[in-house]
């Protein structure tokens, strides 16, 4: 289950990264109201899954999810660049992410 909240709390990272984009720098009320609840509740996600995994693995992982969901969703939201090279450092976080599970 500890992995299950782990992911969710990577989701919500790479939310709360989006809504940083849609505050216009906190001048906007709604995204940032929405953006703070989300980096809340992705810490506390992320709290709850350290009980049970390493700190380590739990934070790599927390990171790693939230900055490769970050770069889909940039390509996706704001045409950012699909350049080989990083989507294949994409894919090598990708994969430092499976090795860290399945070293767990």
Not at 12 to 41: C, D, H, N, Q
Not at 43 to 62: E, N, V
């Amino acid at each position: 289950m500890s992995w299950i909240i782990l992911f969710f709390a990577g989701l919500l990272e790479v939310a709360w990264a989006v809504g940083l984009k849609y505050t216009e720098g906190f001048s906007r009320p709604i995204p940032t109201l929405l953006t703070i609840l989300a980096m809340v509740a992705s810490l506390g996600l992320l709290g709850l899954a350290m009980k049970q995994l390493p700190l380590g693995t739990a934070y790599a992982i927390w990171t790693g999810v939230g900055a490769v969901g970050t770069v889909l969703v940039g390509i996706l939201l704001f045409g950012e660049s699909m350049a080989p090279v990083r989507l294949l450092s994409v894919a090598l976080i990708l994969c430092g992410l499976v090795g860290l599970k399945l070293s767990h």
